[in-house]
């Protein structure tokens, strides 16, 4: 598959199924995050792969209780407001039954962490395309990752304490095909 295929491709999974990925296919989704560029080339990306169904629902179980003590507000509701909602109505599944859950941490204090992990997590999502399997981006865990309760939990997991998780992704094989929707057409400027 070429490089453009896999892009116009890719899309995000919300089905998978409940099949094991081999370790092979896993390190090379890996090796394509380690493989993104990094700010004064620091790759100081943290990745933590999280395999076990029990570790997985373990915190989707926190996250999921942290958000529903949150309440909705101007601010929010455009990017986690439907999160809350559904949280507090104890709904909410933002993990989708992957095979493999991927957090990609970086340090607090570097400028470039969230561009750095933004660039590991798209060449993850687009290695995984090629590689037969299914991606989404999960965002929950960057909005809570603070919160003292999931903190302990990731440190123990083993995200360094000084990090802040910028990005995560369901990995494993799609169930259920995701409809592609349209891309916008606009938003390119061209000057000379």
């Known amino acids: 598959m070429d490089v453009f295929s896999c892009i116009a491709t890719r899309h995000s999974t919300r089905k998978f199924k409940e099949e094991p990925v081999p370790q092979e296919l896993l390190d090379k989704v890996i090796e394509a995050g380690r493989q993104a560029p990094s700010g004064k080339h620091k790759n100081q990306d943290h990745f933590l792969v999280i395999r076990k169904q029990e570790t997985m629902q373990e915190l989707a ?10 309440e909705v507000t101007p601010e929010n ?12 109505k104890g709904s909410y599944n933002f993990l989708y039954n992957p095979a493999a859950f991927i957090i990609v941490a970086n340090k607090k204090d570097y ?15 687009l290695a995984a395309n090629a590689l037969g399997l299914g991606s989404c ?10 919160v003292p309760e999931v903190r302990a939990l990731l440190t123990e997991y083993g995200v360094p304490e000084d990090h802040i998780v910028v990005c995560s992704a369901a990995i494993g094989y799609i169930e259920k095909e995701t409809p592609a929707k349209p891309r ?3 938003l390119v400027s061209i000057t000379e």
């Open 61 to 70: 179980a926190l996250v999921r209780q942290e958000f529903a003590k949150m």
């Open 77 to 88: 509701d455009d990017n986690f407001g439907g999160a809350i909602r559904a949280s507090k």
């Open 111 to 125: 400028g470039n962490n969230f561009a750095d992990a933004s660039c590991a997590m798209q060449n993850m999502m």
């Open 137 to 146: 981006w999960i965002n929950q865990l960057r909005e809570t990752c603070d």
């Open 184 to 186: 916008h057409e606009g």
